[in-house]
């Protein structure tokens, strides 16, 4: 991942935080912000992510970070 895309899964995941920016995850970004999430023990929001992940085909596992989006 670029430093780009690192500042912008930051600023998502600030904004998520903040319960706001939720039209900003994405396929690419989800893995991302749920490793952010978890680390930061917000764990509803992890959930929210992964719940969000898996409508989107992508159903991602702790652990699969970036690699679960790519293909």
């Known amino acids: 991942m670029s430093e780009a895309q690192a500042t912008e899964v930051q600023s998502v995941y600030r904004e998520l935080v903040k319960g706001v920016g939720r039209e ?3 396929e690419a970004n989800a893995a991302q912000l749920i490793e952010l999430a978890e ?3 917000h764990t509803v929001l992890a959930e929210e992510l992964r719940e ?4 989107c085909g992508g159903a991602l596992t702790p652990g699969q970070g970036g690699d679960a989006t790519k293909g």
């Open 24 to 26: 900003k995850v994405t």
């Open 52 to 55: 969000w992940a898996m409508g």
């Open 39 to 41: 680390r930061d023990k």
